[in-house]
T-cell receptor
Framework: DTAVSQTPKYLVTQMGNDKSIKCEQNLGHDTMYWYKQDSKKFLKIMFS???????INETVPNRFSPKSPDKAHLNLHINSLELGDSAVYFC????????????FGPGTRLLVL | RKEVEQDPGPFNVPEGATVAFNCTYS??????FFWYRQDCRKEPKLLMSVYSSGNEDGRFTAQLNRASQYISLLIRDSKLSDSATYLCVVLTNFGNEKLTFGTGTRLTIIP
């Protein structure tokens, strides 16, 4: 069974559209994250949630809105997509604590045309 | 200055060789340190944590020098399966569990 899963795996869309990426973890973790990996392979945190509460928001444009319906799910909605949003988006989860391992999902490859 | 800096490589190394990667971090308040591995078109996965006393896991040895804010990874007897990008990762704040990733060092093991 996949520990952290994301859907869709690939997403190709036009500029200006609104899209969502879903993430689910079955590890029983209480902290979840969204990361963006750009074309230069640089991986940067966007958001983290702990027990459905927003903990980290790394100056991401407000076109990006995370939503956590429960602690096993953290979805990412993106409004008015721009060319620069093209990247791989990774969801991750961990047990809150002192530097616990983060487990990553397989990634969603977003291409904005 | 980037928070976590690594030589991006690529490192092309013959099978069986020993290879070492280095990483520096800028925030002296950083509290935990890791090496993650990322295969091509895959997600990052934890390779090992890094402790001040140094730690070893099979062919892999990690070292941390807090005074110099420097982290290293040594791979002995390299295998073809070691080909990947190695990411140096730093945790700055236990409260929000924020990991900061280096840009990664790409390693290719040549048969």
């Amino acid at each position: 069974d996949t520990a952290v899963s994301q859907t869709p795996k690939y997403l190709v869309t036009q500029m200006g559209n609104d899209k969502s990426i879903k993430c689910e973890q079955n590890l029983g973790h209480d902290t979840m994250y969204w990361y963006k990996q750009d074309s230069k392979k640089f991986l940067k945190i966007m958001f983290s949630y702990n027990n459905k509460e927003l903990i980290i928001n790394e100056t991401v444009p407000n076109r990006f809105s995370p939503k956590s319906p429960d602690k096993a799910h953290l979805n990412l909605h993106i409004n008015s997509l721009e060319l620069g949003d093209s990247a791989v988006y990774f969801c991750a989860s961990s047990q809150a604590g002192r530097g616990e391992t983060q487990y990553f999902g397989p990634g969603t490859r977003l291409l904005v045309l | 200055r980037k928070e976590v800096e690594q030589d991006p490589g690529p490192f092309n190394v013959p099978e069986g060789a020993t290879v070492a990667f280095n990483c520096t971090y800028s925030n002296s308040a950083s509290q935990s340190f890791f090496w993650y591995r990322q295969d091509c078109r895959k997600e990052p996965k934890l390779l090992m944590s890094v402790y001040s006393s140094g730690n070893e896991d099979g062919r892999f040895t990690a070292q941390l020098n807090r005074a110099s804010q420097y982290i290293s990874l040594l791979i002995r007897d390299s295998k073809l399966s070691d080909s990947a990008t190695y990411l140096c990762v730093v945790l700055t704040n236990f409260g929000n569990e924020k990991l900061t990733f280096g840009t990664g060092t790409r390693l290719t093991i040549i048969p």
